[in-house]
DNA sequence: GGGTGATTGACAGCATACTGATAATCAGTA
DNA sequence: TACTGATTATCAGTATGCTGTCAATCACCC
């Protein structure tokens, strides 16, 4: 079993959000890798409405929609109509999100390293290049493709 | 965002999903991959019961409960009383579910040479050498770790 | 032989993810 | 301008995964 890439991609996954949530939730703070990723991009492109949000992540964008609902119900951003398309709902991160992403930032940092702690510095850096150019490769693959701006 | 490991996480496991579906589905079957890896594991080690078969492919033993239920209610495997443990059930694959897993083998293998299809086949073994080595090491820190037999 | 701690399977509840469908709207064309 | 096709958000439904909890049962130790 332990040499189908499939059946590890769950397992390093797996390992990869209880991870996250321990971290982050030893450090006093509530957020799951999905929220953490979503705000990020939506930090770095204020404005968006919900599908582009969920390019730039490679979210699905029913996901999205759930996701969304919760940060805003914790006032970590802001759900507004559009100005001219009155399909689309413009989101912002608000002062209290971008805080809480400056905070939780160390606990998220540690979680990345535990993450590939099993590698020496050189295998990790090879591990991680050799992970994204996989994805890349199938990035069109998945009903949610990344997107980029 | 892709140079975190849990992102690329997040989205290696999205892909291998969609593949193993799309590939499976194009076969004719109806079979997701965690459905599959439990079938796997029971073959290999009949009679055990649902904690046992989590342990041996690291799943929940909630999770368990539900992925047992719908194989059982489609009669590809079997849930009997333990002779002597009266908490436990003990688990049989049935001669349909052998039968499946032999007829799907083949997408299920093309689906794991899709997911890699980025990478030239030097490249994939080491991907999948660095893969299992940091699973390995942390394979204590989620809830539901490996448990071999 | 009785009490204690661990184990098995189950439950409710929450958060991803996907499928397929829908209504509302937009944009480009006939 | 009317039509067509694409896009935005949402909905119902299914399947993982996790947290925490519970009753029933077991195994071990005093």
Redesign the interface.
Known sequence: ????????????????????H?EVAAAGFDLT??QY?AL??LRAHPGVDQATLAGL??FDRTTMGGVVDRLAQRGLLTRKPHPTDRRARTLEITAAGADLLDRVEPA?QR??E??????DAA?AA???R??????????A????P?TPA
């Open positions: 079993m332990s040499d189908k890439p499939g059946f590890l991609a769950r397992r390093f996954q797996q390992i990869a959000v209880a991870v996250f321990a890798p999905v990723s990020t991009a992540i490679a998220v979680a990345q535990i993450m590939v702690s099993g590698l295998e090879e591990f991680l050799l992970l994204r150019k996989a994805v890349e490769g199938c990035n693959l998945s009903r949610a990344l």
